[in-house]
Nanobody, 124 residues
Framework: QVRLQESGGGSVQAGGSLRLSCATS????????MAWFRQAPGKQREGVAR???????SYADTVKGRFTISKDNGKNVLYLQMDSLILEDTATYYC??????????????????WGQGTQVTVSS
């Protein structure tokens, strides 16, 4: 059974930074495409960033230029460096793995495995 475990969330003031990590373990899975999603209270889960071993990183417009996604294949860890955080970044952040489609996307149903989430709270 594939397991994804996020860490690194917390509370930070606007303008600050956090780095999220997602450690994977368990059975085999397609690690070529992994992604971060987030869900704010009362809102739908949305894609934040995805990383493809073939094509690199891609970001949602709302975080472009502020967040950086990276992956350490040797350690089986996905990262999300979040800088210049704003109030609207407050959400539970989830990592996702094992894309079921050939193209690496930020579409929630395309991913088979999910972590439990880590809370990020940005205050003024």
């Amino acid at each position: 059974q594939v397991r994804l475990q996020e860490s690194g969330g917390g509370s930070v003031q606007a303008g600050g930074s956090l780095r999220l990590s997602c450690a994977t373990s368990g059975g085999s899975y397609n690690s070529n495409c992994m992604a971060w999603f987030r869900q704010a209270p009362g809102k739908q889960r949305e894609g934040v960033a995805r990383f493809s071993d073939d094509f690199g990183a891609s970001y949602a417009d709302t975080v472009k230029g502020r967040f950086t996604i990276s992956k350490d294949n040797g350690k089986n860890v996905l990262y999300l460096q979040m800088d210049s955080l704003i109030l609207e970044d407050t959400a539970t952040y989830y990592c996702a793995a094992d894309s079921t489609v050939p193209i690496c996307t930020l579409i929630e149903p395309d991913f088979r495995y999910w972590g439990q989430g880590t809370q990020v709270t940005v205050s003024s």
